[in-house]
């Protein structure tokens, strides 16, 4: 099992590099780095690679819309170049939100798309001439929708590997099967282990029967926050506005992918409840209402015995990757801790 972490949004980033490179020394195998609608993330993956020499980078997530599927290539095989080849390129949907909002794209046929975009980019980084026909991108574009002088292309660099292994962020049953079936890896957010079976056991069997053999075993990324110590549960406190803003308010009231997610954990009056008050600019009163027992179910918060006990929690349920975000000043101690654990 790998311990990897993921960068906030927020912050400083050359500060948050000289901090990878304690985490790595303590023995963090893989960091992500987030960009949603703040610093983009390839800059900050870049800078790492300099800093430092073990830990994989991966980007968590670069969405499909803003960013051509060449330029997507481009920036997986520039990365794995300068890291000698640690590169992960952490892809997703994203949501109507970012897209239209942000980003003023229409947020239009997202499987698809992912379908297109993971093909496209293993074509390129193959270092095979460019000729893709699919349901959202033709490349070359045809001539009747352009000038007509686009011709087939093909990667000048030679990549540091033929393959940057692709993880998809998905929640949803159909992008879950895609992921099974296309990507090397899966990104699940707000992840309870006691919960994934009922909840993406059938859609990760649908994408597995269809799995390439060429592909190796599914590696599945997910944890939450770490606290050790036998009088910190008040530290999950701390979640409430994270959790508030992504069940409230990341999406409309009809589409938030968040809030279905935790309905379906068994929360449904209480998301309902959160997303009104969240949408109403009440924000302190939707905080207040995120469960516990679903701040609980979705993190690593305990004694060092409950802790263990969750981290075989998370492995019994299909994890590979532990995601953790310690919650300490002496954050490389506790890595290095569960790098012990997990030994």
Not at 20 to 42: H, I, Q, R
Not at 85 to 112: F, N
Not at 263 to 286: N, P, V
Not at 329 to 337: F, Y
Request: net charge negative; with cysteine; aromatic share 6%.
């Amino acid at each position: 099992m790998k311990l990897s972490m993921t960068l906030p949004y927020a912050g400083n980033p050359r500060t948050a590099a000289d901090q990878v490179k304690e985490l790595e020394s303590a023995g963090l195998d893989t960091v992500w780095v987030a960009e949603g609608y703040g610093f983009d993330s390839p800059t900050l993956m870049g800078y790492l690679a300099a800093k430092t020499s073990t830990v994989e980078i991966g980007s968590a997530i670069l969405n499909i819309y803003s960013r051509s599927p060449s330029a997507l290539a481009q920036t997986a095989a520039g990365l794995d170049n300068v890291s000698g080849g640690r590169a992960l390129l952490g892809l997703g949907s994203s949501g109507p939100q970012v897209i239209e909002g942000w980003h003023g794209l229409p947020y239009a046929k997202p499987l698809a798309r992912t379908r297109d975009v993971i093909a496209i980019v293993r074509s390129i980084l193959r270092r095979e001439t460019l000729q893709f026909s699919g349901e959202v991108f033709d490349v070359p574009l045809p001539s009747h929708s352009g000038r007509g002088l686009g011709k087939p292309l093909k990667l000048i660099n030679q990549p540091e590997r033929s393959a940057v292994p692709i993880f998809l962020a998905a929640l949803g049953e159909k992008n879950v099967q895609l992921a099974a079936e296309l990507a090397d890896g899966w990104l699940p957010f707000l992840y309870a282990p006691e919960r994934a079976a009922d909840q993406w056991g059938a859609a990760l069997a649908a994408g597995s029967a269809s799995r390439s053999s060429d592909l190796g075993p599914l590696r599945i990324v997910a944890g939450g926050m770490v606290a050790i110590g036998d009088d910190v549960g008040d530290v999950l406190d701390r979640l409430r506005p994270t959790y508030a803003l992504y069940i409230g308010g990341m999406g409309a009231r009809s589409q938030n992918f968040y809030a279905q997610l935790v309905s379906r954990y068994g929360f449904e009056a209480e998301a309902a409840t959160i997303q009104k008050l969240y949408l109403e600019g009440r924000k302190r009163d939707a905080e207040a209402a995120v469960p516990r027992a679903l701040l609980e179910m979705c993190n690593l918060v305990g004694s060092a015995t409950q802790v263990k006990e969750r981290i075989v929690n998370f492995r019994d349920s299909g994890v590979t990757d532990l995601q953790v975000d310690p919650v300490t000043e002496d954050a490389p101690a506790v890595v290095a801790q569960l790098k012990e654990w997990l030994a």
